[in-house]
């Protein structure tokens, strides 16, 4: 299997044990780690050892180490103000475990996306999200907000390997606000846009 660093979101075929898990049982996953996201990120050595099991879920899959540092490395900056925030407000062990939390929730779902086709995926919402019907939600429009999503993560952490060289180029700053701010402008003005194409579409609003 030919392997490239890829962003979240972009599916790599393969034969896998992971790649033949069905896109249910990832996502039921994942949704199982958030929920205990909330227990672990108080404990900072079982958060430790969650992030290793997601790197031998990546070795598993046959993917290097290095993908799944690569699709977090976007958000290094982000971690590390949490890192310290947490360190100063509370102790050294949430200043671990937050951002650790974080890293490894965000690393999981990279590796759903890379072992589960985004069609699978999406279906799997949708038809999740099919007896809601009766309350007026659209399972169609769930499940392109949920690819939208997906899809906007790479041109995101473009945006803010854009925003951080152009602030070391210009100023040569670590201030968070600096790199915060005209990231978040153009954040929202890349939804502004691509709202207005879906209008144009004739995807309402």
Same mark, same amino acid.
């Not at 997601?54 to 958000?75: D, H, I, S, T, W």
């Not at 779902?109 to 995926?121: D, E, K, N």
């Not at 952490?157 to 600096?178: K, M, N, P, Y």
């Given at each position: 299997?030919?392997?490239?660093?890829?962003?979240?979101?972009?599916? $790599? $075929?393969?034969?896998?044990? @992971?790649?033949?898990? #069905?896109?249910?049982?990832?996502?039921?996953?994942?949704?199982?780690?958030?929920?205990?996201?909330?227990? @672990?990120?108080?404990?900072?050595?079982?958060? @430790?050892?969650? +992030?290793?099991?997601? /790197?031998?879920?990546?070795?598993?899959?046959?993917?290097? /180490?290095? @993908?799944?540092?690569?699709?977090?490395?976007?958000? !290094?900056?982000?971690?590390?103000?949490?890192?310290?925030?947490?360190?100063?407000?509370?102790?050294?062990?949430?200043? !671990?475990?937050?951002?650790?939390?974080?890293?490894?929730?965000?690393?999981?779902?990279? +590796?759903?996306?890379?072992?589960?086709?985004? #069609?699978?995926?999406?279906?799997?919402?949708?038809?999740?999200?099919?007896?809601?019907?009766?309350?007026?939600?659209?399972?169609?429009?769930?499940?392109?907000?949920?690819?939208?999503? !997906?899809?906007?993560?790479?041109?995101?952490?473009?945006?803010?390997?854009?925003?951080?060289?152009? $602030?070391?180029?210009?100023?040569?700053?670590? #201030?968070?606000?600096?790199?915060?701010?005209?990231? +978040?402008?153009r954040a929202l003005r890349?939804?502004?846009?691509?709202?207005?194409?879906?209008?144009?579409?004739?995807?309402?609003?």
């Amino acid at each position: 299997m030919a392997i490239g660093i890829n962003t979240l979101g972009l599916y $790599q $075929q393969g034969s896998s044990v @992971l790649h033949r898990v #069905s896109a249910w049982a990832k996502l039921i996953g994942l949704v199982v780690l958030g929920a205990a996201s909330i227990w @672990l990120q108080s404990r900072w050595w079982l958060v @430790l050892a969650v +992030l290793g099991l997601v /790197v031998v879920g990546y070795l598993v899959a046959g993917f290097p /180490v290095g @993908l799944m540092f690569k699709q977090l490395r976007p958000m !290094i900056w982000l971690l590390v103000f949490i890192a310290v925030m947490n360190w100063w407000s509370f102790d050294w062990q949430r200043g !671990i475990a937050v951002p650790g939390m974080i890293a490894t929730l965000v690393a999981a779902a990279g +590796l759903v996306t890379l072992t589960t086709p985004m #069609s699978a995926l999406i279906d799997v919402v949708v038809r999740a999200v099919g007896p809601l019907r009766r309350f007026g939600v659209d399972p169609e429009r769930v499940g392109l907000t949920l690819m939208l999503g !997906i899809r906007c993560v790479p041109v995101v952490a473009g945006l803010a390997s854009e925003v951080r060289e152009a $602030q070391i180029a210009r100023t040569a700053t670590h #201030s968070f606000r600096a790199f915060a701010v005209p990231l +978040l402008v153009r954040a929202l003005r890349d939804a502004d846009a691509i709202g207005d194409a879906l209008v144009a579409r004739g995807f309402d609003d």
